[in-house]
C-alpha cells in the first residue's frame, strides 16, 4: 500500500488550495505506478532472457545421430562398412540400438553372415576370409563429430571363392538391415531414430528393457 505523505506548511505561509495538494498525491501515485510497471517489464524481459538463454544452450548440447552403410571406401577400396556418428553439437548418451533383418534381431552382423551363407546355400569352413571388424555403441557416449565403427568386412580376394561369394550377397542384401536406436542428451532429451528420413522422435526416456542389442561379435 502507497502511503501519500503529507506535506507540513510552514509557519507565517499561505495555505495552499486543494488543487494543489490533489496534482502532488496524484503525481505520486503515478510515479509510484510507472515504477511498478517498469519493474515488471525488467522483470518479463529478464525472464525471456534465461528462457532464449536456455533454449541455446540446449541447442548448442543437442546430438544426432547419423548412420553410414557403405561398401567403398574413401581410398578406394571394396568393403562393407557400418558406422554410426554423432553430427549434433553435444554428446549423445546410447541407450539401445537394434539391427533387423527381415524382422528378425541380430544379436550380431555374424548372424547375419549365418542367414546370408544359409538363403544363398554356402557352406562356410571354418572363418576362411571372413575376416570381419565388428563393434557396439550402445550403452555408451558418442561425443559431438564422432564415429563409431560398428561393422567393416574388405572383399576377399576372388582366390578366395566362398568368402566371395558369401560378400557379394551379404553387399546386396545389407540394405535389407533397418536400424534403430534410442540416445539422450546431457539434459536427459531422449529421442528414437530410424536412421531414414524422418526426424528423431522425442521420448520421455530410453528403456533398454526389451531391446536386443546389436553388440558386434
Same mark, same amino acid.
Given at each position: 500500500?502507497? +502511503? *501519500?505523505?503529507?506535506? %507540513?506548511?510552514?509557519? @507565517?505561509?499561505?495555505? $495552499? ?5 490533489? !496534482? ?54 571394396? +568393403? *562393407?562398412?557400418?558406422? %554410426?556418428?554423432?553430427? @549434433?553439437?553435444?554428446? $549423445? ?5 537394434? !539391427? ?118
Amino acid at each position: 500500500m502507497i +502511503e *501519500i505523505p503529507k506535506i %507540513v506548511k510552514p509557519q @507565517g505561509a499561505e495555505q $495552499a488550495p486543494r488543487w494543489f495538494h490533489i !496534482a502532488v498525491a496524484l503525481s505520486m501515485v503515478l510515479s509510484a505506478g510507472a515504477s511498478l510497471v517498469s519493474a515488471l517489464r525488467t522483470s518479463a524481459t529478464m525472464s525471456n532472457l534465461v528462457e532464449q538463454n536456455a533454449r541455446l544452450v540446449r541447442a548448442g548440447s543437442t546430438p544426432i545421430l547419423q548412420l553410414t552403410n557403405s561398401n567403398y571406401t574413401r581410398d578406394g577400396k571394396y +568393403e *562393407i562398412q557400418v558406422t %554410426v556418428e554423432n553430427a @549434433g553439437t553435444g554428446p $549423445a548418451r546410447i541407450v539401445w540400438m537394434e !539391427a533387423r533383418y527381415k524382422d528378425q534381431p541380430l544379436k550380431h552382423f555374424g548372424k547375419f553372415l549365418e542367414l546370408q551363407a544359409n538363403e544363398l546355400g554356402i557352406e562356410v569352413q571354418g572363418n576362411q576370409g571372413l575376416f570381419t571388424v565388428t563393434g557396439s555403441v550402445a550403452g555408451d557416449v558418442l561425443s559431438a563429430g564422432r564415429e563409431r565403427r560398428l561393422w567393416s568386412w574388405p572383399r576377399p580376394d576372388k582366390a578366395e571363392a566362398v568368402a566371395h561369394r558369401l560378400w557379394m550377397g551379404t553387399d546386396r542384401a545389407r540394405g535389407a538391415i533397418s536400424y534403430e536406436a534410442c540416445y539422450c542428451s546431457v539434459f536427459d532429451e531422449c529421442w528414437t531414430t530410424r536412421f531414414d528420413d524422418e526426424l528423431p522422435k522425442a521420448v520421455a526416456r530410453c528403456e533398454a528393457k526389451g531391446h536386443t542389442n546389436i553388440n558386434g561379435g
